[in-house]
């Protein structure tokens, strides 16, 4: 199975912010890669697919970039609401495995 | 309006069985791969199975092969998830997930269904 180790598992900081989360799987995947958004209580939001695709209606701040094994999302200017716990997950192959998290807090 | 609704879960022993169940509505459910997402108490998602559009083809985790079963009834508008020999370790909040049309990623969720095994 592909393990995708994401760092790092917590971060610190302040409304305005630029917020760097990296995420790197064991083997190349391509582009093969999302990232969800997940809020205390609610299920997963889809940020981010196959790299660099923006989903519908999720806001220009977000941006992913990478291919292969290392990949990088960007929040460019934190918000109040973007304060959350934040995964990437591979589709290249089955098992499509999760990154362990990346939880954002205020500073 | 995209909904997905899951049911089913509940208090088991550990070598016990359930079934759980997502009913769908909003789409064409049977055009879509549909998954199962879990999340233990407090911890990260982990993919449990997938299956493709017409029932051939499934996935699934290392650890529940063999004992979890993936299935669909496509005039039913509903997605399964059979759990037998549950383990302690199966213990999480279990997502009933949609993947995209023309996109390799979960675009919808339910809201989940808890699973609790007693040892």
């Known amino acids: 199975d592909i393990q995708m180790t994401q760092s790092p598992s917590s971060l610190s900081a302040s409304v305005g912010d630029r917020v760097t989360i990296t995420c790197r799987a064991s083997?190349?995947?391509?582009?093969?890669l999302n990232w969800y958004q997940q809020k205390p209580g609610k299920g997963p939001n889809l940020l981010i697919y196959?790299?660099?695709s923006l989903q519908r209606g999720v806001p220009s701040r977000f941006s992913g970039s990478g291919s292969g094994t290392d990949f990088t999302l960007t929040i460019s200017s934190l918000q109040p609401e973007d304060f959350a716990a934040y995964y990437c997950?591979?589709?290249?192959?089955?098992?499509?495995?999760f990154g362990g998290g990346t939880k954002v807090e205020i500073k | 309006e995209v909904q997905l609704v899951e049911s089913g879960g509940g208090l088991v022993q550990s070598g016990g069985s359930l079934r759980l169940s997502c009913a769908v509505s909003?789409?064409?459910?049977?055009?879509?791969?549909m998954s199962w997402v879990r999340q233990a108490p407090g911890k990260g998602l982990e993919w449990v199975a997938n299956?493709?559009?017409?029932?051939?083809?499934?996935y699934y985790m290392d650890s529940v092969k063999g004992r979890f079963i993936i299935s669909r009834d496509n005039a039913k508008n509903s997605l399964y998830l059979h759990l037998n020999s549950l383990r302690a370790e199966d213990t999480a909040l279990y997502y009933c997930?949609?993947?995209?049309?023309?996109?390799?990623?979960?675009?919808?969720w339910g809201q989940g269904t808890m699973v609790t095994v007693s040892s």
């Open positions: 997930a949609r993947y995209g049309s023309y996109i390799d990623a979960i675009d919808t």
């Open positions: 909003g789409f064409s459910f049977s055009t879509y791969w």
């Open positions: 299956i493709q559009q017409e029932g051939r083809e499934k």
């Open positions: 083997q190349t995947i391509s582009r093969y």
């Open positions: 196959a790299a660099s």
């Open positions: 997950q591979q589709s290249s192959t089955t098992p499509h495995t």
